[in-house]
């Protein structure tokens, strides 16, 4: 990595901390300097402190990335690309998604992100053959579709411009599909609205300045806008006390054809015969940085015999309707073609109103005075000009808080009537604007305010505002990174087993990058659930190094896939490692029971070894309550497409040989070069193996006609050691034999039989593991349990076992709210309860359980807080059925006014006890597991009292409600 690789001789440090692999693909955040993410060939990792420490993004699906970049419109949004597809990732999402929608699934060559100004971003990607393809970014789709925005319609009303009596009509510019809008204009003590118009026009009768809000519906929802201090209304430019004559008669091609002011001009109606016209109705002339001006006056000839003239300007600039000497601002003795000429306004002018300005062109001879009655070859013209504000100056100084906050204070200075105020930030924009940065608002000149949880080890840009009656005002751009620091590190690590105990172990290391580890867990279960969690105590406080730590797991079911990983929470902040898996049957290579329908038989191990069915190839009966393969036909078979496992392995199978097999041999397991036979050849009916060219090693046993056994074959050290229905029988030799697993059965020479429960493991079992694992296991199905509500009737269980056991039913939580019978559910209270199904064990199968949790809403619960003696005060609870069990809402009133002083006490339940409740009067101390029945009470006096109840729910969750109760004298 280096930092100055614009130098003639960039330093280089090696990162030393990210994974180690092959190669790389890597990507930098435009806005963060901090954010590096790399694509190894199999994963993807970011890390948020400059390759400090690194984070594997879980559960990438591909491998072989060419393409990796962000999305600077998001804070970790990552694109990563493929040969096949394109895959995406954020803050948002907890796994990857895939986004190739539309796209031809091959041949993968370049992949760009391209950023336009219209704001539709695209990504980019070409294949080979296939063109090239364009998509919205995946953050551009999640905007809303409607994106509500305005501005004024056409060109000639221009913010802090419009005076009293003027009409402004605006623009709807949302982007989508709108039905409905809704205007409001507020300033100066005034609110304007307007109802469904796409270009509303206002009129106002106050000066001030005014903000425009708007707020759109459509079918993909609504959006809101407000633009703060839009429109600035001023008092109308006053009448002059005497104007000149109105009259015609001047020559049409004397006057006067234009006036600019500061780059601004007005052209004016040179080509007539008017001595006078007042265009002060057009756009004023505005200077917004300083007190001066340049004026040109432009001829309606523009020759040197008609074009030249005398001129003469004046400004009001006190505004009292009336142009005095001391206003006059230009008047040369001579004549010229055209005039072009500066003035300065005095400090006392008027400023942010509107002013007159006269300009007097006359040909013959100079005009004596403001109103030019004399005038014979020329014209006189009225403007308006203002004089506004100078330009306030801003300040900003942002710093850091802690690792989620920052502080920024700022000053205005040398503003005029300031309508609001504060700060805006981003963490994107380099040069925030108003309309695309957070914003606080501050109500003084000098401010300090605070932005909280945001992003450690982001860089953020702030800069301070200021809006008053001559526009809006931006600051420099300061910036800030929130305390930086390092991740907490979790790893999940390899499974351990023990085998004389055979117990599991999660395994796993936590390093808290000089955080406080507040708690750490390791949580695991089967199924892909994580159901069980075991705390681990040993590791807390501020920790700064590697610490390892080793769970046993307690009793996991048989052939199962089992996932674990470490939870921590550090510095209040949860983390987790990535999840391991593995099969709680150890070294379980595969397991087909044949229990399912259909063409596919599933492997149990988890390993994900499929078979499939032939099409001749059928199931029947095993005669165990499941079902078993039926080879009756010389082209039964049913392929799994493994290669052949290597020794040591053990191959276990319940068989049931139906009938001698007439030609000679009869094909279990296949694999080309290699089988095992339930009958060898030469018609000796003996179980065995065969090597390639029809070599044969038989053992002595024969598997008798109609007849279920269950057979182990422990194939370890050149050998075979046979096993019968759990007894050892015989050994035979085996030099380098390896397991085919290419098919069951074998086209042209299947067994005639059944086959069941077929287990291979990876490793040579001893006799007692062998026991244990010629049991069959079975699974139960528990039907999901919906949520009730007190008062419902019974709910009736049903669960099965996948080798017809019968089923029974155990109460494993939630005892205070049912009863269990049989299978009938009995509802006496709210709360969460679970169930376990179990399905015994035998001496042929394994015991199975399922778990489902569900929850009781209570119905409305009415108690009764009262005084004493005598009156009333009724409490109701009413649950919100949106989040079960957790926030149920209260609310109580006062049923009796004439409540006199004395003890206010909890003491009654009409219908069903909640389970605890706690309250408090004016922030006093908490009574705590206070009961309903309970008879004590809070002596209290008369007056006003601010009572919080708090409701604590089964599950210790809470909700709190905040009254005022008052209790008379």
């Known amino acids: 990595m280096t930092e100055n690789l614009s130098s003639d001789k960039p330093t280089w440090t090696q990162v030393s901390s990210a994974p180690a692999v092959s190669r790389y693909r890597i990507a930098t955040h435009p806005f963060n300097e901090k954010l590096v993410a790399i694509a190894t060939d199999k994963a993807v990792w970011i890390s948020r402190d400059k390759g400090v420490s690194w984070e ?23 694109y990563a690309a493929n040969s096949m597809t394109v895959w995406y990732r954020d803050e948002t999402l907890s796994n990857w998604i895939e986004f190739n929608k539309g796209l031809p699934l091959q041949n993968n060559s370049e992949m760009e992100i391209r950023y336009y100004a219209d704001g539709d971003s695209r990504l980019w990607i070409s294949k080979y053959g296939r063109g090239v393809w364009s998509s919205p970014l995946y953050s551009s789709m999640k905007k809303q579709a409607l994106i509500a925005d305005f501005t004024f319609h056409g060109n000639s009303i221009q913010k802090a411009v419009c005076s009293v009596g003027d009409t402004v009509q605006l623009n709807d510019l949302t982007s989508g599909t709108t039905t409905s809008r809704e205007w409001k204009v507020t300033g100066a003590g005034q609110t304007l609205t307007a109802g469904n118009d796409s270009m509303p026009k206002f009129s106002f009768t106050v000066p001030g300045t005014y903000t425009v809000s708007l707020k759109v519906s459509g079918t993909s929802g609504s959006d809101s806008i407000s633009k703060i201090g839009y429109i600035r209304i001023t008092d109308k430019i006053k009448k002059i006390d005497s104007i000149p004559s109105t009259g015609t008669g001047g020559a049409w091609y004397l006057g006067i054809s234009g006036v600019t002011v500061n780059g601004l001009k007005h052209g004016s109606n040179g080509n007539t015969n008017l001595f006078y016209e007042d265009l002060t109705g057009q756009t004023a002339f505005t200077n917004l940085s300083t007190d001066s001006a340049t004026v040109a006056i432009s001829p309606t000839q523009n020759d040197a015999t008609w074009g030249v003239s005398y001129a003469k300007v004046y400004v009001d ?11 006059l601002v230009y008047a040369p003795a001579g004549k010229s073609q055209g005039h072009v000429f500066k003035f300065l306004a005095p400090v006392s002018v008027i400023k942010n109103v509107p002013l007159r300005m006269r300009v007097i062109a006359n040909r013959l001879s100079q005009i004596s005075g403001a109103y030019a009655s004399q005038i014979d070859q020329g014209q006189a013209e009225d403007h308006t000009i203002i004089f506004t504000t100078p330009k306030p100056v801003l300040t900003v100084n942002a710093s850091v808080i802690g690792t989620d906050s920052i502080s920024v204070s700022g000053t205005v200075t040398g503003a ?9 930030y981003s963490a994107f924009k380099p040069t925030p604007q108003m309309t695309d940065a957070g914003r606080v608002s501050c109500g003084t000149k000098t401010f300090t305010a605070g932005i909280g949880s945001i992003t450690a080890n982001r860089t953020y840009y702030v800069r301070s505002y200021a809006i008053d009656e001559s526009g809006t005002f931006l600051s420099e751009v300061d910036t800030v ?39 750490l867990f390791v949580e695991y279960g089967t199924d892909g659930k994580f159901t069980t969690t075991t705390q681990i105590k040993s590791i807390s406080g501020v920790r700064n190094q590697w610490d390892s730590v080793s769970v046993a797991l307690a009793t996991l079911p048989r052939y199962s896939a089992v996932q674990y990983r470490l939870r921590a929470v550090v510095d209040g902040k949860p983390y987790i490692s990535t999840t391991k898996t593995f099969n709680s049957e150890k ?23 499929n078979a499939t069915l032939g099409s001749t190839l059928t199931r029947t009966s095993d005669n165990r309550g499941g079902s078993a393969l039926q080879f009756d036909s010389i082209g039964d078979l049913a392929t799994i497409g493994l290669a052949n496992l290597a020794q040591p392995f053990t191959l276990m199978f319940r068989v049931n040989r139906t009938a001698d097999n007439s030609i000679g041999n009869a094909t279990i397991l296949d694999g080309g070069s290699r089988r095992v036979e339930l009958e060898t050849w030469n018609k000796t009916r003996k179980l ?48 380098g034999y390896t397991l085919p697993l290419n098919t069951f059965g074998r086209n042209g020479s299947s067994m005639n039989g059944l086959l069941d429960e077929v287990k291979v493991y990876s490793r040579a079992l001893d006799s007692t593991s ?21 008062g419902d009737p019974a709910i009736a269980l049903n669960a099965t076992s996948s080798k017809g056991t019968a089923v029974r039913f155990e109460l494993v939580s939630g005892t205070f709210a049912v009863t269990l019978a049989g299978s009938a559910v009995t509802i006496l209270d709210s709360g969460t309860v679970t169930i376990r199904a179990i399905a015994d064990g035998s001496a042929e199968l394994l015991a199975d359980t399922a778990l489902q949790t569900f929850a009781i809403i209570p119905a409305d619960i009415v108690g009764i807080l009262s005084k004493k003696p005598g009156g009333t005060l009724p409490l109701l609870i009413s649950p919100n059925p949106a989040r079960v069990g957790i926030d149920a809402g209260i609310a109580f009133t006062v049923a009796d006014p004439a409540m006199k002083t004395g003890s206010v006490i909890l003491f009654d339940v009409v219908g069903n006890q909640v389970n605890r409740i706690e309250f408090t009067l004016n922030a006093g101390v908490w009574v705590a597991n206070w009961n309903l029945l309970n008879s004590a009470g809070i002596a209290v006096g008369s007056g006003s009292y601010s009572a919080v109840i708090q409701m604590i729910t089964t599950d210790g969750s809470k909700k709190s409600v905040r009254k005022t109760v008052g209790v008379g004298k």
């Open 770 to 790: 062998i026991a244990d694992a010629m049991k069959m296991v079975q699974k139960v199905s528990f039907d999901p349990i919906p949520n009730a509500k007190v």
């Open 481 to 519: 990174t929130p305390k930086t620091f390092t991740i907490p590190l979790l790893e999940s690590s390899a499974p351990t087993y023990d085998p004389a105990t055979k117990q599991w172990s999660g395994n796993g290391r936590i390093n808290g990058s000089n955080g406080s580890v507040d708690s």
């Open 416 to 424: 005029g009537t300031v309508v609001d105020q504060g700060f805006i």
């Open 587 to 609: 070294d379980l290579y595969a397991y087909w029971t044949f229990d399912e329908t259909g063409t596919t038989a599933f492997d149990y191990s988890g390993n994900n070894r």
């Open 317 to 327: 600039f006190n505004n009292n309707g009336s142009f005095d000497a001391s206003e």
């Open 56 to 78: 594997e993004l879980s559960g990438f699906p591909a491998s072989g990335v060419i393409n990796l970049f962000f999305d600077r419109n998001t804070a970790e949004g990552l």
């Open 688 to 735: 065995g193996v065969q090597y390639q060219n029809n070599y044969d090693r038989a053992s002595t046993y024969s598997a008798p006609i109609n007849e279920w056994h269950t057979i182990a074959m422990v194939c370890a050290n050149d050998s075979i050691k046979l096993a019968v229905d759990g007894t050892y029988h015989s050994t035979f030799a085996a030099a």
